[in-house]
Every structure is written in structure tokens, then in C-alpha cells.
């Protein structure tokens, strides 16, 4: 059965580096979503992607995050500055074009993310 | 505005008897719902998902939900509870926007299973 993939499963890093987290879709699917979960909180929702453009962001996806379909396969997350509250994990997820079967997300395993 | 609320952040059954997971819904328009389980360390697997069609849902793994529009509940059932059952539940609505839909999660219950 086809899965989301996600890498790596564990990012470690300074305070103020970049950091780019990599995620394969579903192969025929269009969209492309990133969610975040802090420890102990729920998951939160960060940004979707559709047709080569952002689709909705949330609040908290401000001018230090970017996503990018670099290429036919890959759709990534990139924080530019990292901070100590970005340390979380992140969870790609992808859904169908079809109407019903857009409903439905799949997501990733998800990369932990702690910054130091 | 959509939202969902999980009523119970911690829940403990023991083996082979019932679970039930509550969830409370607030949508200004027909929802699409969903449960998501999470196990430890892994990432996030559906269980169900209702989009308006039969109001009781079966999902993996033997659970089920029914979508009650009169008490705006959707709570996950489950007749027998296993040990390979623990993990955190999270509650989903579907909020239609644009070409995108951006889901929104409860806060989640950790069930727990005893011997």
C-alpha cells in the first residue's frame, strides 16, 4: 500500500540554523499539507499546497517557514532561523484530487524536530 | 468556525471489555469526521473517516463511530478492547477551504489498556 515518507526521522540543530524537512507524497496525489505536534500538544496545522502554490497557512506559519516542490516526487518544509519553540514534530501529509477521495489525508511518520 | 473537543484526555479499559472515546463537534456547515490513531513513536494512521454518507462508520481494527447530528457527537467505539489498542485517539473535522482542505484536530485521548 502506498505511504507517506518522511526524512529524516530526527533533525538536530542550533538555534538559528536552517533546517529542511523532506516528505514524498503519495504518488498521484496533489495535495500536500505540514502539521506540527509540541510535546504534549495537539496537532497543529501549518500550511497546504496545491498546484504549485500555498493553499491556506496558518498563524504560525510566518515568514521563517516555506514549502517547495523542488521537483515531481519531493514536497518540503523549510525554517530558515530556527528557534527553541520549533522543536516538534512534523507531519506531512497528502490527499487525492478526486472529490471524495479528497477527503481523506494521509500522513507521514513524521521528523522530530529539536533545536538546541 | 469548526472545531472538535475530545472529553476525555485520558481513558483506561481493561483488556476485552468496551472502549468508548467521546467527541464533540461544532461546524457551521455538514462535517466531514474523522479518527486518527497514533502509536507510540509512529505517525498518524486513519481509522474512519464519516462524509454524509451512513451515519454509523466502521473503521480498522474493529472500531466504529456513528455520527449524531442532534447531539453533534461522533465517539468511537469499540466492543472488545485489545492490548495493541494503546495509543493516543485524535478526534478530526474537515473544514472545506479553497482547493485545500485544512483539518482540525481535538486534543486528543490516551487510552490505556490493563491486563
Known amino acids: 500500500e502506498p505511504e507517506v515518507t518522511q526524512t529524516p526521522s530526527h533533525q538536530v540543530t542550533q538555534m538559528g540554523q536552517e533546517v529542511i524537512l523532506r516528505c514524498v507524497p503519495i504518488?498521484?496525489?496533489?495535495?500536500f499539507y505540514w502539521y506540527r505536534q509540541i510535546l504534549g500538544q495537539k496537532v497543529e496545522f501549518l500550511v497546504s499546497?496545491?498546484?504549485?502554490?500555498?493553499?491556506?497557512k496558518s498563524e504560525i506559519f510566518d515568514d521563517q517557514f516555506s514549502v517547495e516542490r523542488p521537483d515531481g516526487s519531493n514536497f518540503t518544509l523549510k525554517i530558515r532561523s530556527t528557534k527553541l519553540e520549533d522543536s516538534a514534530m512534523y507531519f506531512c501529509?497528502?490527499?487525492?484530487?478526486?472529490?471524495?477521495?479528497?477527503?481523506?489525508?494521509?500522513f507521514g511518520p513524521g521528523t522530530r524536530l529539536t533545536v538546541l | 468556525a469548526q472545531s472538535v473537543t475530545q472529553l476525555d484526555s485520558h481513558v483506561s479499559v481493561s483488556e476485552g471489555t468496551p472502549v468508548l472515546l467521546r467527541c464533540n463537534y461544532s461546524?457551521?456547515?455538514?462535517?466531514?469526521l474523522f479518527w486518527y490513531v497514533q502509536h507510540p513513536n509512529k505517525g498518524l494512521q486513519l481509522l474512519l473517516k464519516?462524509?454524509?454518507?451512513?451515519?454509523l462508520v466502521k473503521g480498522i481494527n474493529g472500531f466504529e463511530a456513528e455520527f449524531k447530528k442532534s447531539e453533534t457527537s461522533f465517539h468511537l467505539t469499540k466492543p472488545s478492547a485489545h492490548m495493541s489498542d494503546a495509543a493516543e485517539y485524535f478526534c478530526?473535522?474537515?473544514?472545506?477551504?479553497?482547493?485545500?482542505?485544512?483539518?482540525?484536530f481535538g486534543s486528543g485521548t490516551r487510552l490505556s489498556i490493563r491486563p
Open positions: 504518488s498521484n496525489h496533489l495535495y
Open positions: 464519516y462524509t454524509s454518507a451512513a451515519t
Open positions: 478530526v473535522v474537515r473544514r472545506w477551504y479553497s482547493s485545500a482542505s485544512k483539518i482540525i
Open positions: 501529509a497528502s490527499s487525492d484530487v478526486s472529490s471524495n477521495a479528497a477527503d481523506t489525508q494521509y
Open positions: 499546497f496545491y498546484n504549485n502554490e500555498i493553499s491556506e
Open positions: 461546524s457551521s456547515y455538514s462535517p466531514s
